[in-house]
């Protein structure tokens, strides 16, 4: 069905964002209500949409909207597309619903910066950016969002970029996503070479036709384009420093939205990696080692924004493990990425009410017993902190024993081995959470006197309590007669495994739930019980060292692509100098120096010309006479 | 008579414009010298169209003449007038250009 209400969806943030940025101080003083309004209305679209969605036969619910007439060349026809099915709705409400309550915050939270118009600005353009990537109805499409939310998360990251830390940050992640854009360009090269169309709807038809090899490759490569964009191994080592931005941009874009979008990739091309086995497998073991990379870093974050961001690689980290699962996971991974949206943008936005009301201060370490000072963050954090580590009824209950679960049942060494990673996730998720939790609200205090902490005006909190509300109910909503499940169906395709039950989802959830409290049980003993220094200790294990320094992936990037890249860039430079500007240096010193030679002969004495002239005629009778002799 | 013998005199007159153009420094001598040169030619064009009984070679003679006599109007000037400045007719001083 065509629909023409999708464009006002993308229209309206990319309105604001131009009035914004195009109207300068004008709009200073009613640029940030312009902005939020502009974002709600895309909400109001996107709910409108839904409902017309709902209306509609299962078979029937894609809309879809041909804009203009992109690319023309001879058989080769793009459209600028939209398309919003099952899939991109669910995508749409959260990006918009949660996008909505965050520019609320961000209005309380912005409001003693001076550049907060601009704030917004950017803010509104990452909506937009961020709805066409899951709008666009072709790769190519989506590729245009893709790259523009990667602009928006780097111009937020480095919003406050006269600190030069801020500034290199903003760059570092600029440069890891541009790896996995590569990625994601080459998977559409590819595709259009072997398949001959780049829209979701010719390759899913064309991708029988293709043999597997092209398959895994497009696969590998949109693998690839995944990892950059989501932070998933190895090329996850942006997040934690893309924590300069401002808290709310890390709350929208490195938690909700943006680094979901790796997660989104996978489950639209579900039809190219069933017919993938070996890039189906590929994603679901990056997941794997991505969920424990990121929980293991996460337990020694002392910095509370990082290690917010490193449970997030770690819950992308499920999702891409659920995707990698194949039929039987991606409406899982697509529900705990909703649950997921919720809990952690919530903790993310109590994160930056608690630096509110302490002066910015983030080491855990210089906080405890805020939960007297800040009641509402602690509720709304708390629900947030049950919802992630997976307690009942809370979302994350649902959503991430469901991945658990299809994990185990992947059948063979292979279910064994990415059922058992999960748990263990799982764990370690419980305990670094109740860390963060036991740090920041519990316990005594560990902050100076100049600090006053207090709770967050209503603007802040408000939003903070809608998000926690979608973590106690969410996932329940979602699992309640497997709604989310069944509203996928015609996208996903979701078959349930035709693998042997390996684990019965009581007995996981029951596995899930002893772990869990094993885990709570051994921070509760080490942060609540024992006293919590005030520096981090430096007598730890080299493990503990590690970890503290994202696991050393910033040296291996630096020894194995860094330090080589600048020798080649070296090395070329010399090259340049020595062997391309001698080269050219070399034919200019050779004029000069034959003009120099032949200056010689010009002595200015009309006699030796006349014998130049003699000679010369006497040289051409000699060779004529000799010639024809 | 044999007709080589006039190129041999043309060759012997065209020798000696040569060497004198080559050898001496008196501007007015030079000049004479190539002179002397094209009168030589002049020879050899007449003795060729003598030989070949067409006119082509007198055709040419008469060019040549008019030629030299146009040469020798302007050089004679140029001559006279970088006597006066210098009051030398050196062709070896003559080389500013250089210096």
């Not at chain 1, 499920?318 to 529900?335: D, S």
């Not at chain 1, 291996?556 to 080269?583: C, H, W, Y």
Request: hydrophobic share 55%; net charge positive; charged share 10%.
């Amino acid at each position: 069905m065509t629909s023409n209400s999708l464009v006002y969806l993308i229209a309206l943030p990319l309105f604001g964002a131009a009035v914004l940025l195009l109207s300068g101080r004008r709009s200073d003083r009613w640029g940030h209500i312009f902005g939020t309004l502009m974002s709600a209305g895309s909400f109001a679209v996107g709910v409108s949409l839904f409902l017309k969605m709902l209306g509609n036969p299962t078979g029937e619910r894609a809309l879809t909207q041909k804009l203009f007439s992109w690319i023309s060349v001879g058989s080769f026809q793009v459209d600028a597309g939209l398309l919003a099915d099952q899939l991109s709705i669910c995508f749409v409400l959260l990006i918009t619903g949660v996008g909505t309550l965050i520019h609320v915050y961000s209005i309380a939270y912005m409001s003693h910066d001076l550049d907060r118009r601009r704030f917004f600005a950017y803010l509104n353009f990452f909506i937009a950016a961020m709805l066409l990537l899951v709008l666009g109805d072709s790769y190519l499409n989506l590729y245009v969002g893709w790259e523009g939310v990667g602009l928006a998360s780097y111009l937020l990251i480095g919003f406050w970029n006269q600190k030069p830390t801020y500034a290199t940050a903003a760059k570092k992640a600029f440069v890891a996503n541009r790896v996995g854009d590569m990625g994601l360009s080459l998977a559409i090269m590819i595709a259009f070479a072997t398949l001959g169309t780049v829209s979701f709807q010719g390759v899913k038809e064309h991708a029988s036709q293709a043999s597997t090899g092209s398959l895994t490759a497009i696969g590998i490569m949109l693998l690839v384009a995944a990892t950059g964009k989501s932070a998933q191994f190895p090329l996850q080592a942006w997040l934690g420093d893309a924590m300069a931005g401002p808290t709310p941009v890390s709350a929208l874009i490195h938690a909700a939205t943006m680094v979901t979008a790796g997660v989104y990739l996978i489950t639209r091309s579900n039809f190219i990696f069933d017919l993938a086995p070996t890039a189906q497998l590929a994603v679901a073991i990056i997941g794997a080692i991505t969920l424990l990379f990121g929980a293991i870093i996460g337990m020694a974050k002392d910095d509370i924004k990082k290690a917010l961001a490193a449970s997030t690689m770690s819950q992308i980290g499920y999702m891409v493990l659920g995707a990698g699962l194949g039929p039987a996971g991606y409406a899982f991974a697509i529900m705990h990425l909703l649950t997921h949206g919720f809990f952690k943008a919530g903790m993310f936005l109590g994160a930056g009410s608690v630096m509110h009301g302490m002066n910015d201060e983030v080491n855990m370490r210089r906080y405890g017993g805020l939960r007297k000072f800040m009641p509402i963050t602690f509720a709304t954090f708390g629900l947030g902190y049950l919802a992630i580590i997976g307690v009942p009824p809370f979302a994350g209950f649902y959503s991430k024993d469901k991945i658990i679960e299809v994990a185990f049942n992947a059948g063979g060494v292979k279910g064994i081995a990415l059922g058992t990673a999960a748990l263990l996730g799982a764990m370690i998720t419980a305990f670094y959470m109740t860390r963060v939790v036991i740090l920041t609200f519990a316990g005594s205090k560990r902050w100076d006197d100049k600090a006053h902490p207090h709770e967050s005006p209503f603007l802040m909190w408000a939003p903070m309590v809608l998000l926690a509300l979608g973590s106690v109910a969410s996932g329940f909503f979602f699992t309640h007669g497997n709604s989310l499940r069944n509203w996928l169906a015609p996208v996903v395709e979701a078959t349930p495994s035709h693998e042997g039950e390996l684990l019965s989802p009581a007995v996981v959830s029951i596995l899930a739930l002893v772990l869990v409290a094993i885990g709570v049980g051994y921070a509760i003993i080490k942060y609540l019980l024992n006293e919590v220094p005030q520096v981090a200790p430096a007598d730890v294990t080299v493990f503990t060292k590690a970890a503290r320094k994202d696991l050393l992936q910033d040296n291996f990037n630096e020894a194995v692509f860094m330090r080589p890249g600048q020798s080649l860039t070296r090395g070329l430079q010399v090259a340049d100098t020595k062997l391309i500007d001698g080269a050219v240096h070399g034919i200019a010193r050779l004029a000069i120096g034959s003009g120099n030679l032949l200056r010689k002969t010009q002595t200015g004495f009309v006699r030796s010309y006349a014998m130049w002239i003699l000679a010369g005629a006497i040289a051409l009778v000699a060779t004529i006479w000799v010639v024809t002799l | 008579m044999n007709p080589a013998n006039y190129l041999y005199v043309s060759a012997l007159l065209f020798t000696i414009g040569a060497i004198g153009v080559v050898v001496r420094r008196n501007a007015i001598v030079v000049f004479m010298c190539v002179e002397l040169m094209l009168n030589a030619c002049n020879l050899a064009f007449v003795t060729f169209a003598r030989i070949n009984g067409n006119l082509d070679g007198q055709v040419v003679a008469f060019f040549t003449m008019v030629v030299a006599a146009c040469e020798v109007v302007v050089g004679l000037a140029i001559i006279v007038t970088i006597y006066r400045s210098r009051r030398s007719a050196s062709v070896d001083d003559a080389s500013l250009l250089k210096r």
